[in-house]
């Protein structure tokens, strides 16, 4: 037998085909209905998505729970008969209630999508929001959040949004144990008849789709009669603290959280993907410089992450990491370094070439199958964006220059802006 | 139903392969048969820290995770009980970097002395950041030890104490390489967007040089059937009271495992199932209640897990439990709650496969159990679950004396 030159294969440029095959329908009623058809297995995701967010609330957990009662209970089921029909039906139902957006996203085989689409009917716009049901569902959040204030790491980000974007914004506004008791059904369904309207859905539907899908649709939601109360829109100032540093002592506590960052630009701004590639280099793979130095170099910590998140009224970055409580100081300091480096070298040709390859492959994983399709696709439509945001990000990806990455490290990451939150 | 190819070369290595055209990418998964049921009782956590040191290089690869990232890959790796599994995807094109970077650290990893250092702090402030100083996060390092008394599952993948990790030296982490990674001790599958002849000729081409080593056949204690009904009490600086019970399974393989999957759905799953709506919705003991089972290879666990509602008294929230489980075992479950169950699991088994990395992990691991075609005969084999079944099973297995039972109890102040 030869033996083998154990020497790197030849890599082959990565090309991601960016392309989100995402057709739009309007109902009847003009809900809009965006249809992605792709993927192997018969089955079909359908996200339904509102602009009902923890943005719209003016009483703190109301936006949240109005989303979790939705599936509690309907005009013509009890809480337990419809969540034992929809298990029957083999339904993986999943609510969410983001700072922006809010809605439902459910998966399921095609052969039982007629009834499921029945039922989302009434779990959308016929919730009972029964008083009892509502009770339990508070007594499991109180207990949650309890269980999290436990913990370092819920303190640090709840006292980093808090920081950045100030108590008085429902992006920072933390959520106190008395907030449970203001909490009632009266407030929910007055919330969800102004913000669960047909005129505020959008729906995106992605897997194997069939000739039916259309028609049954139709039938289910093209009736629904749109009122006119159109969402009024939010206006309190964002206005961070002016004390950067915050540190909240946990007794007994093992290890510290520290959370650095500050608010910043989103995917409307012509800055943001060449942000995300920065932040890609600083802290966001494994080959990242502060995984390398404060994990990999110094095993100060299991992991440390910096990611860049679009909101829409506003943007953060935010560096997380969990470290022994003896390594919080030099952790910071590490991070500053790194900072300030980005700010002042280049960044060397061949590491900028290993991001902009692994950003590539990134990018086509984002791509990759019908649900992958459907995210990609509303992370742009949430910003009223499309295509474009993604071809042109696949260009900076390819095209940008190391003093690029150096005039944004200065403009994004000025040290003196940043906030130091830490708890442990 | 999941097409593959599958072969074996000269060295004992397993491969098989999924064709997937719809996806650009190719995932690729190998499983070593090998978990933290074969670290040294006096060195548990060992399986699961070389896992973290396959990433520190190899022979002739000074980083794992940079030509990988170069090539537009991307990898992660877990490490449980029974395996450990280290998996990547890459755009196909260049695919060979997968088995050029993962047949270089079959044959040789990097080991430096300092290297090992490194990675024990690092899976120690692991241990603290998901075990330690986590509220509830110790509890498996509590049930474990007591469910078993001689069975290696007796402590977690992470290890029994940090003190442990400490005393890992050069020499061992040697000896543990040599002893369980081997060619004939591992089973690489490709799924995505490659034919198996392409497969093939790269498994034969990468890892056919490596010498088959014969991995170690491991002989483990087999745990005594539990006779007595084991109970402990602990306290906390947590919010509320947590009731954990345990109760011994058969193998992954046993023909009662179908059944308890199932029956484990009835009683927990999701919202639907009856503990909650008995519990939670109509009693109002606890904030929330689920149970599931360890799908162990050696036999496991089903574990239960409520947090009780603040100002249940914990006796009455046990017996309260044990008294939804008798009744399951005396009077059969109806035919529309079985269905229901049995749905859902059709429904999560096809949506799993909608991912070729699912895919991939799915054979390696029906293959280690004896045959990757064991993942297209599931659904059949839940489907053949009967109601009498269900009461039977219940009736083997859940009984107070093959049962650990933990009072997980809070020392706050505003506890009652």
Redo the contacts between chains.
């Keep these: ?1 030869t ?2 030159h ?7 440029p ?1 090309n991601a ?1 960016i392309n989100i095959p995402a057709e739009l329908f309007s109902l009847k009623n003009g809900i809009p209905l965006f249809i992605i058809d ?6 079909t995701r359908i996200e339904f998505v509102f602009r009902a967010g923890i943005v719209y609330e003016t009483i703190p957990l109301v936006a949240t729970s109005t989303n979790m009662m939705l ?1 509690e209970g309907t005009m013509n089921y009890t ?2 008969e419809l ?2 029909i ?7 139902l999943n609510l969410s209630a983001e700072k922006d957006t809010a809605g439902v996203t459910i ?3 095609n052969k039982y999508i007629e009834k499921v689409l029945e039922l989302m009917n009434e779990i959308l716009f016929h919730p009972a929001f029964s008083e009892r ?1 509502l009770d ?1 569902m508070l ?2 959040r ?2 949650w959040y ?2 999290n ?4 790491q819920n303190l640090a980000t709840d006292n980093f949004f808090e920081s950045v974007f100030g108590s008085n914004h429902p992006y920072g506004h933390q959520v106190k144990e008395s907030d449970f008791e203001v909490v009632k059904s009266s407030l929910l369904r007055e919330f969800h008849s102004r913000y669960y309207n047909p005129q505020g859905m959008t729906v995106i539907v992605s897997g194997k789709i069939h000739e039916k899908t259309i028609t049954l649709f139709e039938h289910y939601f093209g009736e629904l009669h749109f009122e006119n109360n159109s969402p009024t829109d939010f206006d309190v100032p964002i206005k961070g603290s002016s004390e950067k540093k915050m540190f909240t002592e946990k007794k ?4 510290t959280s520290v959370r650095i960052g500050s608010a910043t630009i989103n995917k409307r701004h012509p800055d943001y993907p060449g942000l995300k590639i920065l932040n890609v280099i600083l802290g966001g ?3 990242s410089r502060l995984m390398k130095n404060i ?8 992991g440390i992450h910096s990611s860049v998140t679009s909101l829409n009224l506003s943007g953060f970055k935010i560096i997380s990491t ?3 409580k003896k390594y919080t100081r030099k952790t910071a300091g590490e991070i500053y370094k790194e900072i300030r480096l980005l700010q002042t070298l280049p960044v060397p040709e061949d590491e900028l ?3 902009r ?2 950003m ?3 990018m ?2 984002m791509f ?4 992958a399709l459907a995210e990609s696709f509303k992370s742009v439509w949430e910003f009223g964006l499309g295509n474009n945001y993604f071809l042109n990000f696949m260009d900076t990806i390819r095209t940008i220059t190391s003093d690029e990455i150096i005039r944004l490290a200065q403009l994004y990451y000025n040290i003196d802006d940043l906030y130091e939150i830490t708890a442990g | 139903m999941i097409n593959f190819s599958s072969f074996s070369l000269k060295n004992g290595l397993k491969v098989i392969v999924h064709e997937d055209r719809s996806s650009p990418l190719v995932a690729m998964n190998i499983l070593y048969d090998v978990g933290s049921k074969d670290d040294d009782p006096a060195m548990t956590g060992m399986a699961h820290l070389f896992e973290h040191l396959m990433y520190c290089g190899s022979v002739n690869i000074p980083e794992y995770d940079l030509p990988l990232q170069r090539a537009g890959g991307e990898n992660n790796a877990f490490t449980n009980n029974d395996i450990t599994n280290y998996y990547l995807t890459i755009p196909s094109e260049n695919i060979e970097t997968g088995f050029w970077l993962e047949s270089d650290r079959m044959l040789q990893p990097d080991f430096s002395r300092n290297k090992l250092e490194i990675q024990k702090k690092v899976v120690i402030e692991e241990f603290k950041q998901r075990y330690l100083n986590q509220p509830y996060g110790d509890v498996m390092l509590l049930l474990r030890p007591n469910a078993y008394r001689v069975h290696p599952y007796r402590w977690p993948t992470i290890g029994m104490d940090t003190s442990h990790l400490e005393s890992i030296g050069l020499k061992n982490v040697r000896n543990f390489f040599l002893s369980h990674y081997a060619p004939d001790n591992a089973i690489l599958t490709l799924s995505g967007n490659i034919t198996a002849e392409k497969g093939y000729n790269l498994s034969e081409k990468w890892f056919g040089p490596i010498t088959g080593r014969v991995a170690a056949r491991r002989q483990l204690p087999a745990e005594p059937p539990q006779t007595e009904e084991r109970k402990l009490t602990v306290e906390r600086n947590v919010p509320s009271h947590s009731l954990y019970k345990a109760w011994h399974i058969g193998p992954r393989l046993s023909e009662d495992f179908p059944t308890l999957d199932l029956l484990t759905d009835l009683l927990a799953g999701g919202e639907s199932g009856r503990l909650y709506n008995r519990l939670v919705r109509e009693k109002n003991l606890f904030t929330e209640i689920n149970i599931y089972i360890t799908s162990e290879i050696d036999p496991g666990l089903m574990i239960l897990n409520g947090k009780l509602l603040k100002g249940t008294d914990m006796t009455k929230a046990d017996i309260a439990v044990n008294e939804l489980i008798e009744e399951l075992k005396n009077s059969p479950v109806t035919e529309n709650e079985l269905e229901k169950v049995k749905n859902k699991f059709e429904s999560s088994t096809v949506l799993s496969n909608t991912s070729i990395l699912n895919k991939a992990m799915n054979l390696s691991f029906c293959e280690l159990l004896g045959d990757a075609g064991l993942l297209n005969s599931e659904i059949e084999n839940y489907r053949a679950v009967s109601s009498k079944m269900v009461t039977d099973t219940a009736g083997n297995y859940l009984n107070p004396e093959n049962c650990t039972t933990l009072y997980y109890m809070s020392a706050l102040k505003n506890q009652p």
């Design positions: 037998m033996s083998l154990r020497s790197q294969p030849p890599i082959f990565v085909g792709a993927g192997t297995e018969d089955v599936s809480a337990e969540n034992s929809l298990d029957y039906y083999g339904v993986f998966y399921f085989l049901e339990t007594k499991k109180l207990s309890r269980i204030k436990q913990k370092v007994g506590a093992l290890q793979y494994f080959g994990r990999e170099e110094k095993g100060y910590t299991y969990e470290v022994g070439e290993v991001v390859n692994y590539s492959g990134e086509i994983r990759d199958g019908p649900f």
